[in-house]
């Protein structure tokens, strides 16, 4: 499962904010505690731990894909509050994509655009969290399309989306993603 690395990178990003969620040793968890106050006395949200730049290369026939994918905290939109009522900013993921040098793909993403696609089965999940961050699926990609896995949620884990970019249009299509470990099996039909 090829794909597997790609996830998981992403939600290591999103690990990375989860300071708040009781990880680390004492010393750090009182330095949180102090940034914490010194941030609710400046009545300012926490800017994210952003991560780091995630760039890959992807061979389609002849052509070569380069993506470089961003993550950073966006004080235009609204805050997040985690569940100790500690604020942060929400997270901007920025794609960027060339092919043979040329760039054919340039989008970003907001938590909100993955909304309309979340089922009830996740829904809570999804709006406790924050887009955490965003990686390629090499498997699921082709020339026509790329393919990029999103998740949305708090402390790595929550609802898994799969993305749909072509190349040269931006035209984007958005799906949850049942397949992995971490996702709520999708709505029985009745």
Known sequence: MKQFPSL????????????????????????????????????????????PELLDTLRIGASVYACQIQTSADETLPVFVDNQEQEFYQNRVTIRVTRDGQEVISRSFVKDDFSKYCVASTRQDFDAGMLNGMSLNSEASDAGRLCFWAVVGWCGEGPTFRVYIQPGSNQVSIEQDFSSVDNSMPEETM
Request: charged content about 10%; overall charge negative; some cysteine.
């Open 8 to 51: 998981l990178m992403a939600v290591v990003c999103g690990s990375w904010l989860c300071s708040a969620c009781g990880s680390g040793d004492k010393d750090a968890q009182q330095a949180d505690s102090t940034v914490v106050v010194a941030a609710q006395q400046t009545n300012q949200p926490q800017t994210n731990v952003r991560c």
